[in-house]
Structures are given as structure tokens and as C-alpha cells.
């Protein structure tokens, strides 16, 4: 791999300790994947914040590398952390987990990372140009940036992420190389997808027949903004697919491949039921990947009135929230009995053992209801999920 | 080692800089940190491996390659600050988890040995420098 006079001083330390081994990182990252050269990204979105999954190991290196590590992408910002940073008291956390999980960002926040905790950075404000080289972790974050915006980024881990954040580079190779981001596979969808559990249901078929090979997706004449974000969260979660492609919907233009497969309504019924362990449920869970503003409005005028009798949450980046408080949103749903949890998600909150039945729209929360909590779970719309909460 | 004076050399890929020489340990199945390895004693803990129970501290670790979680990366390195992480490791295809492990944590590394060749090797020497191992 050939590198720079630049790139040769990061590794010889001329920048620092931190700025060395992330240099060292991305080289070694390089080699693995036979890339010719670094390239310049000037979006990153890192993840592995949580304590819960990065434990003591992960905060101890983060305070090492914020010794003398700077980022040098300004517009880096960050997965969701282990709580709610304002909240967490209301929340039944544990105050040992919470003072780690502070220091997990306060460091992060010392080296120049903008510690938004969210999984929708595309929601707050870091939107990569079109064709720009990015280096993003956080799999349904990914998905978005290569489908739905068309910027260009590899799954990358925590600690790669944040290896291009601090030098400003990633190794070109895989999905920043035109030719490697054709499809492979031509998905035909005989099916009228209404919802955003038929989006999610759309993910799980797609991401288990194709694994992570790139598919064109065919017959879906319209998607919003919510229903193309549970898309983007199934398929990486099911499938680690890491780009795909919409017929008339996304932005690049590619070449309809042969390998053909088709998902009619029954695929669709059949990958919704799959996710239903219970009729009985104490949790309600929204926000997988984190609500958009639309997504609370629509919860607020459900609730309006009215008072849920389980424990409901919507899980959100801090700032929607903050425009949910200024709309009067927020309000409307705390007097409902609903609570927020901002800054953290139900895949990386220490939440096992909290609750039996979960009860969700979102495909990639069941997955990990399931496995890292051990919850029952339901996947449903976000009507039934509101009518279970208030009988 | 060195038997006569004479010393085999295998040539492969730096992943991480540093030297080692000690004792080998020889695993013909992958290895997953996380969750595979006790980061507090260094002990195999992962059910069914063929080196379950056994201590990996101050070893050359030779291995076909890492699986698992990316949080395998941390693991290796909280193992290190624990003062029980291999020597050094050598594997025959390093991917990202323990490439970025070993990185973070100062363990000499490379990749792209024929391991097969030292699975009856008790003593060697790795320079990761010089992309070599030497017995």
C-alpha cells in the first residue's frame, strides 16, 4: 500500500500516540483488504459507546487514546450510549453502570467527538454528500449512508471508525470502489408494503436469502423516511447486507442483475409472524432505529388523552427530542404515561431481565429483544403496539 | 529450537510491530476473545474448543484466524492490561477483530503462516518487524 509523506509521519508518531496506533490500524485494515491506498473521508459515525458492550476494557482504552488523540473529521459523531444521559435515574439504571458510561463520553467528547448517541446521525445532521467517502460503524446507519444518501462506506467497527476519525482517512477498498457496488441479486417484490413492520419484515427475508451481497430491490413504487430506516436496521441486522438498491426510489443507478427472487404477501405474513413469542407483554418499545420527529407526532396524537397501562417507551435522539418539547409532543406523551429514553436504544441498554414481552415495530429490536435480553417479543404496527398499551 | 544452529525461518505479513520469543501454543481451531477467552485469567472458557481450560498468558499464540463479536478487539486488549495476553500471535489470515486487537495493544503480530508447519514447535522466536517467525 502505498502511503504518503503524511500518512508515513502518523505511523512513525510525529502526531501523537493515539493518532499512531490509529494509523496503524487503518494500514494493517489495508493490507487485509488489498487497498492500494488511504482515502479522505469527511463524514464518520462511530459506535461501540455503550458500556454495556464495550465494558471496562473499551472505557480504559477510550481514556488512553484521549490522552493526546484530536479527531481531524469535524463531523463525527456518535452511536447510542448504555443510558439516558439526563434521565437515567427515572430509568432504573444502576449508578456504577452510569458513572462508566459517563466517562466512556467524556472521553470521547475530549478527543472532538460530537457525543450525539444516536443511530440516526442522518436525522441530526451529519448527511455525507452524494459519492463522498465516508467511514461510518452502526450497521443500519451504514445501510442508509451507502443506499439512501449513495455516500460510500465500508462496515466499519468501533474502533476503525474512530481510527478515521482521528486521521481523517480509510483504507479504499470494498464499498468506496465503483465497480463493487453493483448488485448481485434482483429482489422482485409481488407484495404491497403498507408499513413499517412490512419494511422490516421486507429486510429479514432480503438479508436471510443474500447475506451481505448487494441486492436491486424491485416493485416498491413508494417509501418514507421511517419505512426506508426500518429497512436499512433489518436487512444489515438479518442479512449484514451493507448497500442496497431500489428501483426508481435510490439514488445510483445500477444494471438489473439475473439471479432473480421474488417476495410475495405471504414471504411478507410469514417473516412477521416470526416474531411472535407472546400475547403478553410489560414493555413497549418505539425508536429502533431511534423516532423520528413524524414517528413521535404520530405517537403523541395517539395518545393524546389517554393514559398507558404498561411501561412505554420511545427511544430518540436528544435534539428530536428537543423539538418534540418545543411542539408540545412531549408533554402530550409523558401525561400519558409513556417516558423517553433518549441517547440510548433497547439493543444496548442494560435492560436484560428488566421485562418478560416486548411488544415493538421494529424487526431488528425483536432480534435483539431476543437475543442479547432475552425478552418474549412482538412485532407489530404501531397501532397495535398503542392499543396493547392502553388495554 | 535452533537445533545445531540451525534456524528455520517462515516469512509472512506484519500486522502489528514487535518482537517475542517463548513458548508456543499451537490451536488448530479459531478463537473468539469475546466470550472465548476469560480477559481476567486468559483461560480458553469457550465450550467445545479443543484447548478449552487452557491459559493463552504469555504464550506465542498460533491460530488460523479470530470469529466472533468486534468487541474480541477490546477483549484482547483489556487481556493485556490484565498482564495476561499472548506474547505475541501468528495467525494464518488475520481479519479485522484481532488485527485492530493487537494493534491497540502493543502484541506483536503477523499473518499469512503456513501454522500447520508449527504444530509440533514448542519454542520460537517472532520478529513482527521483519514479517518473520524463526524456530
Avoid at chain 1, 86 to 98: R, S, Y
Avoid at chain 1, 106 to 113: L, N, P, R, Y
Avoid at chain 2, 95 to 112: F, H, L, M, Q, R
Wanted: include cysteine; aromatic fraction near 8%; glycine fraction near 8%.
Amino acid at each position: 500500500m502505498k502511503l504518503s509523506k503524511e500518512e508515513k509521519e502518523y505511523l512513525e508518531g510525529k502526531h501523537g500516540n493515539a493518532a499512531k496506533k490509529a494509523m496503524e490500524i487503518l494500514v494493517a485494515l489495508g493490507k487485509i483488504y488489498s487497498a492500494k491506498r488511504l482515502i479522505t473521508v469527511d463524514s464518520v459515525q462511530i459506535s461501540g459507546v455503550s458500556y454495556h458492550t464495550i465494558g471496562d476494557a473499551g472505557l480504559e482504552l477510550l481514556e488512553d487514546l484521549a490522552k493526546d488523540g484530536k479527531i481531524k473529521v469535524p463531523l463525527t459523531t456518535l452511536n447510542p450510549a448504555g443510558i439516558d444521559i439526563e434521565n437515567w435515574q427515572c430509568l432504573g439504571i444502576d449508578k456504577n453502570f452510569a458513572e462508566k458510561q459517563q466517562r466512556i463520553l467524556s472521553a470521547f467528547k475530549k478527543i472532538g467527538v460530537i457525543v450525539s448517541c444516536t443511530c440516526t446521525p442522518y436525522l441530526i445532521g451529519n448527511i455525507p454528500k452524494y459519492g463522498s467517502h465516508i467511514a461510518w460503524s452502526e450497521s443500519s446507519a451504514v445501510c442508509f449512508a451507502n443506499s439512501i444518501i449513495g455516500a460510500r462506506t465500508n462496515r466499519e467497527s468501533g474502533l476503525s471508525s474512530l481510527a478515521s476519525a482521528i486521521t481523517g482517512k480509510t483504507p479504499d477498498y470494498g464499498l468506496h470502489i465503483e465497480k463493487n457496488r453493483k448488485p448481485k441479486y434482483l429482489v422482485e417484490v409481488k407484495a404491497n408494503l403498507t408499513d413499517i413492520t412490512d419494511f422490516g419484515a421486507l429486510g429479514k427475508i432480503i438479508g436471510e436469502k443474500i447475506g451481505g451481497e448487494i441486492p436491486l430491490i424491485r416493485g416498491i413504487s413508494d417509501a418514507d423516511l421511517d419505512e426506508l430506516k426500518s429497512l436499512c436496521a433489518s436487512i444489515a441486522t438479518f442479512g449484514g447486507t451493507a448497500l442496497f438498491h431500489i428501483k426508481d426510489l435510490t439514488p445510483e443507478k445500477v444494471k438489473a442483475p439475473k439471479k432473480k427472487l421474488y417476495i410475495t404477501s405471504a414471504d411478507i405474513e410469514k417473516a412477521k409472524n416470526s416474531f411472535f413469542d407472546t400475547n403478553e407483554y410489560d414493555f413497549i418499545a418505539i425508536g429502533c432505529p431511534h423516532a423520528s420527529i413524524t414517528e413521535i407526532q404520530q405517537i403523541a396524537s395517539a395518545l393524546d388523552g389517554k393514559m398507558v397501562k404498561k411501561e412505554f417507551w420511545v427511544f430518540c435522539a436528544r435534539p428530536v427530542k428537543k423539538i418534540s418539547d418545543l411542539m408540545g409532543y412531549t408533554e402530550v406523551i409523558e401525561k400519558a404515561g409513556a417516558r423517553f429514553a433518549c441517547d440510548t436504544c433497547m439493543a444496548v441498554a442494560p435492560l436484560k431481565g428488566r421485562f418478560n414481552g416486548m411488544i415493538t415495530n421494529s424487526a431488528k429490536a425483536c432480534f435483539y429483544g431476543r437475543g442479547s435480553n432475552n425478552f418474549k417479543v412482538r412485532l407489530a404496527t404501531l397501532e397495535e403496539c398503542i392499543k396493547v398499551a392502553l388495554n | 529450537m535452533h537445533k545445531g544452529g540451525f534456524k528455520l525461518i517462515l516469512k509472512g505479513r506484519k500486522i502489528s510491530s514487535g518482537k517475542a520469543e517463548g513458548e508456543c501454543l499451537f490451536s488448530e481451531q479459531p478463537i473468539s476473545f469475546f466470550g472465548g477467552i476469560d480477559p481476567d485469567t486468559g483461560i480458553i472458557i469457550e465450550k467445545g474448543h479443543p484447548l478449552e481450560g487452557v491459559n493463552i498468558a504469555g504464550k506465542i499464540l498460533i491460530f488460523p484466524h479470530g470469529k466472533g463479536s468486534t468487541v474480541g478487539s477490546y477483549t484482547i486488549y483489556r487481556l493485556k492490561k490484565n498482564k495476561k495476553a499472548p506474547a505475541a500471535m501468528i495467525l494464518k489470515e488475520c481479519e479485522t477483530i484481532v488485527a485492530i486487537g493487537a494493534i491497540i495493544s502493543e502484541i506483536p503480530c503477523i499473518d499469512k503462516i503456513k501454522i500447520e508447519k508449527l504444530n509440533k514447535i514448542t519454542m520460537l522466536k517472532v520478529d513482527a518487524d521483519k514479517a518473520v517467525v524463526i524456530f
